[in-house]
């Protein structure tokens, strides 16, 4: 039951304020840290080889579906509901119990993952590895505090201070000749440097005198989340595992660096959208305001697709340039992989954006069942091309999921009257103008030879032309966008 205590911590401005500065610090997070990743992540790139990559891609799976169980879609449920001090500290006392039992059972299993892979070197790695799932376990409940309070400003210091500080360890370690070594500690640093952020930040604090009960209620929803999560995790890490047991190392860690570089601009959007998409949907459906609610998605996916097209179509335009230069031609295998990626990466936010729709109607039960089928045709169709290699698994990877956000959208237009020509209509243009603008200016640069000046070139025209066609054109959403950014009387 919500006191009035808590819902005195809930008194925040209109949702409009709220999702425009929300959007505000996400994009200066996001870009931030996109920046800060790409500057550390070019120079580890370019220090450590394949092979030590290629390791650390074997171990992702693991920790991704530990933290998967550790949170068991709690955090999700609690941004849905009214801020209750029980709920919160059922879900932090679980959390850290879990996360607690799961590095256990990982330690000890940690032989076993060596052997699965056939690298003995992974049993001590994986045990330093995993100490993200302890430190996990102690933030769950905390990050659903500053998500519900639109804290976007505070998470935003949060990040960029946490990837400066372990960035600048990796890279001092990698300098010294730690190898993957100097990957694991940087990835552990920036887990414990959040914590103690997030303990900072939120105004919510656990007690010792709590009950799980709680849970039960939760359980219904948070256990479909728990099993969506784990089908979808599974299916982003096959190629990890696939490439590491039946392929080597070295093309694990090919296939690691063309998907890690597609992630980090990816994630510039995704997280941008995931800072407010949620909270704003439920809001605005908090009172069954069905053609609200359809508002307020159809504005956060023009923004989206403003943004997710050209970047990541652009990132597959300019990734050969962007590879030898950035990282040298050692890595030039991984281009092909990278390309494919952004072109699901252009596209992956919109199935986003409907996953945080689902949720917001509680409808736990789509998305588990959308997770499931989608697994196993993705599943089946990466397993019945294994023997053409790397690049036609990801292909197919790729069509797959494109073809899925049908299925994702009959599955969730009927929670808000939405019908697919409104979803063409919103995202058809951004979509065309950005392949538009890409293509022109790879015919107008494909003769220069110097690959510097090739792909500054790139960049640049493609960006005139984009934002030069969506302005002459009229598009809403771009010029929403500057006078947002120029107004003065907005207090960020």
């Not at 992540?41 to 169980?69: H, K, N, Q, V, Y």
């Not at 709690?74 to 850290?96: G, Q």
């Not at 601009?265 to 800072?275: F, G, H, L, P, V």
């Not at 237009?413 to 538009?436: E, G, Q, S, T, Y």
Request: one cysteine or more.
């Amino acid at each position: 039951m919500t006191t009035k205590d808590d819902q005195e911590q809930l008194n925040e401005p209109d949702l409009k304020s709220k999702t425009a500065k929300g959007l505000f610090w996400g994009g200066i997070s996001n870009f931030t840290l996109i920046v800060l990743g790409t500057f550390f992540g070019l120079f580890m790139t370019r220090i450590l080889s394949p092979d030590d990559w290629g390791l650390i891609a074997m171990l992702a799976i693991f920790t991704e579906i530990a933290l998967l169980i550790q949170r068991s879609g709690f955090s999700t449920i609690l941004i849905n509901r009214p801020f209750c001090h029980k709920d919160y500290n059922a879900v932090f006392w679980f959390s850290l119990v879990v996360g607690t039992l799961s590095y256990i059972i990982l330690f000890l299993c940690s032989p076993l993952i060596a052997r699965f892979f056939n690298y003995p070197e992974l049993t001590n790695l994986a045990r330093v590895q995993f100490l993200g799932i302890l430190l996990g376990g102690m933030m769950t409940a905390h990050l659903a505090v500053l998500v519900k309070k639109f804290m976007v400003k505070e998470r935003a210091i949060t990040n960029i201070t946490s990837i400066t500080i372990s960035g600048l360890v990796g890279l001092f370690l990698a300098f010294k000749g730690f190898a993957y070594w100097a990957i694991v500690i940087q990835t552990v640093l920036n887990n414990f440097i959040i914590l103690v952020f997030y303990w900072a930040y939120s105004p919510w604090r656990p007690t010792f005198s709590f009950t799980f009960e709680p849970l039960k209620e939760m359980l219904p929803f948070s256990i479909k989340i728990l099993l969506s999560g784990i089908v979808e995790k599974i299916n982003s890490n096959i190629f990890s595992v696939l490439l590491g047991k039946f392929y080597t190392k070295t093309i694990t860690g090919y296939y690691y660096q063309g998907d890690k570089w597609a992630r980090m601009a990816n994630t510039i959007i995704i997280n941008m959208m995931n800072e407010v998409s949620q909270p704003a949907l439920v809001e605005a459906g908090a009172e069954a305001e069905t053609e609200r609610q359809r508002n307020v998605f159809r504005k956060l996916l023009r923004f989206i697709s403003f943004i997710s097209f050209p970047i990541m179509l652009g990132l597959a335009l300019v990734s050969n340039e962007f590879i030898v230069i950035a990282v040298t031609e050692k890595w030039l295998p991984c281009v092909p992989i990278l390309q494919i990626l952004c072109i699901w990466g252009a596209f992956s936010p919109l199935a986003g954006l409907y996953y945080q729709l689902v949720i917001s109607k509680n409808r736990s039960d789509l998305y588990m069942w959308n997770a499931i089928g989608l697994g196993v045709i993705q599943t089946a169709a990466i397993f019945s091309t294994m023997s053409f290699g790397v690049h036609y698994m990801v292909l197919v990877y790729t069509i797959v999921n494109i073809f899925w956000l049908l299925v994702w959208h009959f599955s969730a237009c009927k929670l808000i009257n939405l019908r697919l020509w409104h979803v063409l209509k919103d995202i058809l243009p951004f979509l065309l103008v950005a392949i538009a603008s890409l293509g022109t200016a790879w015919l107008i640069t494909k003769e220069i030879d110097n690959i510097y000046i090739r792909f500054i070139s790139k960049i640049f025209i493609s960006v005139v032309l984009y934002i030069g066609i969506m302005w002459g054109s009229g598009s809403v959403i771009i010029r929403e966008c500057f006078n947002f950014i120029l107004r003065k009387n907005v207090q960020i």
